[in-house]
């Protein structure tokens, strides 16, 4: 079947069911070519194959509205609804991005990274549908791993009153990005057992009508299901049980390693050019592990995410009870925290930057006021890390530093990030945060502090005059350069690492202005409400002349790190230029 020729879900409404079984062969072809040329998302998308052009089938987007969760699992949605050739054609492979966009199509309505919103979404959508008087079905798919936020509980309960068509698609693969975690999977397992049929079926309790599918790989019955609900007059959950990876035997063997990943050997699954070096994941994970033999009451904490936190199911298995998995539900993990610390618990949770930013009540209300030593290790906070809109890694010294009470920490190097890990959960004076450098692992000799009790208080690695330029975290060694070219050309730069994102060394700045004409802050995050305005507002109308370096406040998607950098003057060259030119 020449897939070039699907240019919209009208060209496989013409196909019979025979047609349509060898379509779904022929795409899962194209998709596995791609995914293993290009990477990303492999086992959410595999697994939801058939489902999705089951959907496209009965149902006639973009008048039905079908809003997927996460929106990780909608490659074929993409290949079904005109962007055939970003996944036929290499050349194109990078035309679309790996999330519903809708500046991409008409079929698309919402940008969407983050897991648990697409029932409150389409809920949405439906309630704006009756104010209309429209008959369009609204179709919400969400995975079982997606259940346990609790934003998904909060859109089921309203959707279920709704008291018209409102359709819920529960893709149950028996998976999160790794096994799900909590007593909503009981319930689940129920009803998979019972082909449905057991008493005790969440869905209905909240209202919902309902409707099982045992072989929700097979378009056959996918199609029936869909069918009997479609224009269905009042909210109805159809509950498929789906095979994350199908079709493809290496992850269907290990669908937590092949939940994402990089280009892939076809034929083996084995990775191609796999990263080897050494990465603060498994610092963080090795460490804590050492730590949790010495304190039988530390605990580390994810949120559906043991992979960045470098937790591997071999590691999970080693640390035992120690280690936590709350599913998806950051809220939790972050409220949960608290509360082990209150109770004389040693809790460290580890969360990725951009999914920190579902907790902000939490770190407020739950922490901050009540003061309790809770840590959170902040992963992937940096320009270089995740660059599609719904995951950038830039805000969250803007959102932590600004909270009363939490001591946000910026280590500049494997050595001084252990050393600031193990004060932070020996500590017990209040809420710590540490702001794991988002770039490869650097090494630095020398001696680090061991305690940060005296907090706001920063270092000053190189005394000069002039200028000072204190650069945060995984900035320090742009510092460096440019402390460097600098003295290339006669000027000698004072260097600061300042340690502390959340506070200034109020005393420090004030000798600054004895002997510097110029200060320069630099940082990996955004600069409006970040660390650098924090700086600059001390000096206010002195005579320093201080320029914060940063990212500007707006939304990137899939930007080029090293163009934003360059845009940005975060460069040893544009950085130097730009001292040169201050002095002058």
Not at 83 to 101: C, N
Not at 401 to 408: A, G, R
Not at 462 to 474: L, Y
């Amino acid at each position: 079947m020449d897939l070039n020729l699907i240019k919209s879900p009208a060209d496989i409404k013409k196909l019979d069911l025979n047609e349509l079984e060898t379509l779904a062969d022929d795409l899962r072809t194209v998709l596995l070519t791609k995914l293993s040329k290009h990477g990303g998302h492999i086992g959410p998308n595999l697994g939801f194959l058939e489902a999705t052009v089951a959907l496209h089938y009965v149902f006639d987007s973009p008048k039905d509205k079908i809003v997927y969760d996460v929106s990780h699992q909608s490659y074929v949605h993409k290949m079904l609804t005109g962007r055939m050739e970003a996944f036929t054609d290499p050349a194109k492979y990078d035309t679309v991005t790996g999330y519903t966009e809708p500046s991409e199509s008409e079929h698309d309505f919402f940008t969407i990274g983050h897991t648990s919103t697409s029932v409150s979404l389409a809920s949405g959508l439906a309630k704006a549908r009756d104010l209309k008087g429209g008959k369009e079905n609204i179709i919400a798919v969400i995975g079982d791993g997606s259940l346990s936020g609790g934003e998904a509980f909060e859109g089921l309960d309203y959707a279920a009153t709704l008291g018209t068509n409102f359709i819920v698609v529960v893709n149950d693969n028996e998976m999160s990005i790794a096994e799900n975690h909590g007593g909503l999977y009981a319930d689940l397992r129920l009803l998979r057992n019972t082909k449905g049929t057991a008493d005790v079926n969440y869905f209905r309790s909240l209202g919902f009508a309902y409707r099982y599918v045992p072989y929700g790989n097979d378009i056959r019955s996918l199609i029936k299901a869909f069918q009997e609900v479609k224009d269905y007059p009042y909210p109805v959950v159809v509950h498929l049980n789906t095979q994350k990876g199908n079709g493809f035997k290496p992850a269907e063997a290990d669908r937590e390693t092949f939940h994402y990943g990089g280009p892939f050997d076809l034929s083996t699954g084995a990775p191609i050019n796999p990263y080897e070096g050494e990465g603060y994941d498994d610092i963080f994970s090795e460490h804590t592990l050492k730590m949790m033999k010495e304190n039988p009451l530390l605990t580390v904490i994810t949120a559906g995410t043991p992979g960045v936190l470098g937790y591997t199911p071999e590691k999970r298995k080693a640390a035992g009870r120690q280690f936590v998995d709350v599913g998806i539900a950051e809220q939790q993990a972050v409220a949960m925290a608290s509360g082990l610390a209150k109770g004389g618990a040693r809790p460290v949770f580890g969360v990725v930057s951009s999914f920190l930013q579902r907790t902000y009540d939490q770190l407020s209300h739950d922490v901050a006021i009540n003061n309790n030593p809770a840590v959170v290790n902040i992963f992937y906070g940096t320009v270089n890390g995740m660059n599609d809109v719904s995951h950038l890694g830039w805000f969250d010294i803007a959102l932590v530093s600004n909270i009363p009470n939490w001591v946000y920490l910026a280590p500049t190097c494997a050595e001084e990030y252990v050393a600031m890990l193990d004060w932070a959960v020996k500590q017990t004076g209040g809420p710590v945060a540490i702001r794991v450098p988002g770039v490869a692992v650097t090494h630095r000799s020398g001696d680090f502090d061991t305690d940060y009790s005296d907090t706001n208080r920063y270092k000053v690695d190189r005394k000069g005059k002039d200028v000072a330029i204190i650069a945060a975290g995984a900035m320090y060694s742009l510092g460096e350069e440019v402390a460097d070219a600098l003295a290339g050309a006669g000027v000698n730069a004072t260097l600061i690492n300042p340690r502390f994102l959340s506070g200034l060394d109020t005393e420090l700045l004030e000798d600054l202005k004895a002997d510097h004409r110029v200060v320069v802050t630099l940082e990996d995050g955004v600069l409006d409400g970040g660390f650098g305005q924090k700086i600059a507002s001390f000096y206010g109308t002195s005579d320093v002349k201080v320029r914060n370096y940063g990212i500007a406040k707006e939304f990137l998607n899939r930007y080029d790190a090293r163009q934003l950098l360059e845009a940005s003057h975060l460069t040893s060259d544009k950085l130097t230029a730009d001292i040169q030119n201050m002095l002058k």
